[in-house]
């Protein structure tokens, strides 16, 4: 059975910073993509950054600059830092994996595998 948890979530104040991990098991990720989700409430799930297999980053543009994904494929686990984090960045984070080739990786529906999502909150 795959299984991707996160953690790393929590309450912080605008302008600092968390590190969010996701730790899969059940099968070896190392040549899927990988991806970091977001949705706060009462809104669409919306993608925040993707690492390819290859290495390849891709960021939100309301993110770019205050984010890094990153991944440890040794450890099958994979990290979002966030940092000068807003209020609008409070939402539920969700990390992703799936062969995302030839579709567009910002598409929820494009993904196979999620975990259970971890709370990020931001106060001002």
């Known amino acids: 059975q795959v299984q991707l948890v996160e953690s790393g979530g929590g309450l912080v104040q605008a302008g600092g910073s968390l590190r969010l991990s996701c730790a899969a098991s059940?099968?070896?990720?190392?040549?899927?993509?990988v991806a970091w989700f977001r949705q706060a409430a009462g809104k669409e799930r919306e993608f925040v950054a993707a690492?390819?297999?290859?290495?390849?980053?891709y960021y939100a543009d309301s993110v770019k600059g205050r984010f890094t994904i990153s991944r440890v494929n040794a450890k099958n686990t994979w990290y979002l830092q966030m940092n000068e984090l807003k209020p609008e960045d409070t939402a539920v984070y969700y990390c992703?994996?799936?062969?995302?080739?030839?579709?567009?990786?910002?598409?929820?529906?494009?993904?196979?595998?999620w975990g259970q999502g971890t709370q990020v909150t931001v106060s001002s």
């Open positions: 992703a994996a799936g062969r995302t080739y030839q579709t567009d990786y910002r598409d929820v529906s494009n993904w196979d595998y």
């Open positions: 059940g099968r070896t990720f190392s040549m899927y993509d």
């Open positions: 690492i390819k297999w290859s290495g390849t980053t």
